[in-house]
């Protein structure tokens, strides 16, 4: 599939690193927090059978998304049920583009390209949360002590 997309000479959505067999995928700008390098999408996969054609496992997939008004967003991180249903997501997803592409009998699947849509979909969404969050912590704290209080509404 990383191949392919050279030879159509498209945007690549993840950046890829290979290390013993284990396939690091990324997207974003990548934040340094102490030694560690934190992207906004990242993904770990890699391939656990020998049988042709051999389907991507997922190993895992992080979506990092954060206010950035200095403050501390603990409240807002993603809880474990929400990682274990983004990752049960993905997976079922490019499982799903794999079984197609058999069943169509087409040369290529695109499964990363489905992982991409998945998690950048819930990372939108994620986004959008933490917006209302912000929004209404302004409605019930500043702007509600204001003499000409504002009015937010969906």
Same mark, same amino acid.
């Given at each position: 599939?990383?191949?392919?997309?050279?030879?159509?000479?498209? %945007?690549?959505?993840?950046?890829? +690193?290979?290390?013993?067999?284990?396939?690091?995928?990324? &997207?974003? #700008?990548?934040? !340094?927090?102490?030694?560690?390098?934190?992207?906004?999408?990242?993904? &770990?996969?890699?391939?656990? /059978?020998? /049988?042709?054609?051999?389907?991507?496992?997922?190993?895992?997939?992080?979506?990092? +998304?954060?206010? %950035?008004?200095?403050?501390?967003?603990?409240?807002?991180?993603?809880?474990?049920?929400?990682?274990?249903?983004? &990752?049960?997501?993905?997976?079922?997803?490019?499982?799903?583009?794999?079984?197609? +592409?058999?069943?169509? !009998?087409? !040369?290529?699947?695109?499964?990363?390209?489905?992982?991409?849509?998945?998690? &950048?979909?819930?990372?939108?969404?994620?986004?959008?949360?933490?917006?209302?969050?912000?929004?209404?912590?302004? #409605?019930?704290?500043?702007?509600? /002590?204001?003499?000409? /209080?504002?009015?937010?509404?969906?």
């Amino acid at each position: 599939e990383v191949g392919m997309i050279k030879q159509l000479d498209q %945007k690549a959505l993840w950046k890829v +690193a290979i290390n013993g067999g284990i396939v690091r995928l990324t &997207h974003g #700008k990548e934040k !340094e927090i102490g030694n560690l390098k934190l992207y906004p999408l990242e993904a &770990h996969i890699t391939v656990l /059978s020998t /049988s042709v054609p051999a389907q991507w496992t997922l190993l895992s997939v992080e979506v990092r +998304a954060q206010a %950035k008004t200095g403050e501390s967003n603990h409240q807002l991180d993603t809880t474990n049920r929400q990682r274990f249903d983004l &990752h049960r997501l993905c997976f079922k997803a490019m499982a799903e583009e794999e079984a197609l +592409a058999v069943e169509e !009998e087409r !040369e290529t699947s695109r499964p990363l390209q489905r992982l991409f849509e998945v998690a &950048h979909n819930f990372s939108l969404s994620w986004q959008l949360e933490i917006l209302n969050a912000q929004a209404q912590a302004l #409605k019930r704290g500043v702007w509600a /002590s204001s003499k000409s /209080s504002v009015v937010v509404t969906p």
